[in-house]
């Protein structure tokens, strides 16, 4: 009986070993499995990046440039008021018109033109208590003018 329990013994190793070879495709095609799952992350993964790229460079170029544009209206020099991208100084000293202009063109900029009616009352709400030069001029008996020469036809506002 030791001897038969011996050779079952002896026959089972063989037996499983045969029966452990049917076992080892299940294992390879465990293993190609998660190869192609792993392979399919992968290409899900770039596609991903590659759409992901172009658009964070749009919404980024985007932002740049509305940050651009709301630096030029904040581009001020100090103690000027900015409105609708342009700079306005309002002076507290007292001096003619031909002083005022000749200041404005020491800091490359000219004496107001009144240009629409938000921007009158703008001028309007931060002049104070004194009055100041704007950009407008004429000789005696002729019409008013721009500073660049045009005519004034008292838009937007009547005299």
Known sequence: MLDGNRLKKDCEPA????DSS?????KHSITNTLNQVLL??????LIIIVIAIPMGLLVTGRKLHRISSE???AACPESWIGFQRKCFYFSDDFKNWTF?????????ADL????????LNFLLRY???YDHWIGISRELGQPWKLINGTEWGNWPFKC
Not at 40 to 45: F, R, T
Not at 112 to 119: N, R
């Open 127 to 129: 002049k104070g208590p």
């Open 15 to 18: 037996e499983l070993l045969a």
């Open 71 to 73: 630096c030029l209206e």
């Open 22 to 26: 049917n076992l080892h495709p299940r």
């Open 112 to 119: 107001v033109q009144v240009e629409t009616i938000q921007e």
């Open 40 to 45: 399919l992350s992968i290409i899900i993964l």
């Open 100 to 108: 005022s202009q000749r200041f404005c063109d020491s800091h490359d």
